[in-house]
């Protein structure tokens, strides 16, 4: 979902990007994230959220295209190509898919597809079992320090909004 401010000048409108939580779960700053990549902002700012430990499936946190699709992890883009990467648990990418299910119909990158729209299920439980961590950075990439306010912190359910990115 986008909305639009203003700015101090009248004159120049400011798009402002709500970026929704893809599950529900504990928001923290992803300095908490047990990864230097991600707990330093390398990639760019936002939140970290730890889901229970059922199986579920994660969503899309806003409008958009589909930039990349890894079971572990998916970037969606908006039209003004503002990247928000969700990242299923940490060093998951060792587990070579094991434990997650694509959900996306269609051609997967590059479809169009709506904040709330599954894209993958996964068991965080399974995660842990295998020795990782089942964090969830939601992260918006590139973004410049600052850009990402209101930020959400404490308990979040999938689908509410986890921060703004401006």
């Known amino acids: 979902m986008t909305s639009t401010i ?7 409108e400011v798009a402002v990007l709500s970026v929704c939580s893809p599950v529900s779960g504990i928001a923290t700053e992803l ?16 939140i970290a959220v730890t889901p229970g430990s059922e199986p579920h499936d994660v969503v899309a946190p806003i409008d958009g295209a589909v930039v990349k699709l890894h079971a572990h ?3 969606v883009a908006d039209d003004q190509g503002r990247g928000v990467l969700v990242h299923l ?5 060792r587990l070579d898919g ?3 299910e694509i959900l996306l119909d269609g051609a997967g990158e590059r479809q169009r597809v709506r ?20 964090a969830v950075p939601v992260v918006a990439l590139d973004a410049a ?3 990402v306010t209101q930020a959400a912190t404490g308990e979040v359910t999938r689908g509410e909004q986890l921060f703004l990115w401006a």
């Open 115 to 134: 904040a709330g729209t599954p894209m993958v299920r996964w068991n965080p439980a399974d995660v842990v079992a295998r020795g990782h961590s089942a």
């Open 98 to 100: 094991a434990g997650f």
């Open 89 to 93: 648990g940490i060093d998951t990418v």
């Open 31 to 46: 300095a908490e994230v047990p990864d230097p990549v991600f707990a330093r902002g390398l990639v760019g700012p936002g």
């Open 73 to 75: 992890a998916f970037v």
């Open 145 to 147: 320090e600052g850009a």
């Open 6 to 12: 203003y700015s101090t000048d009248p004159n120049k």
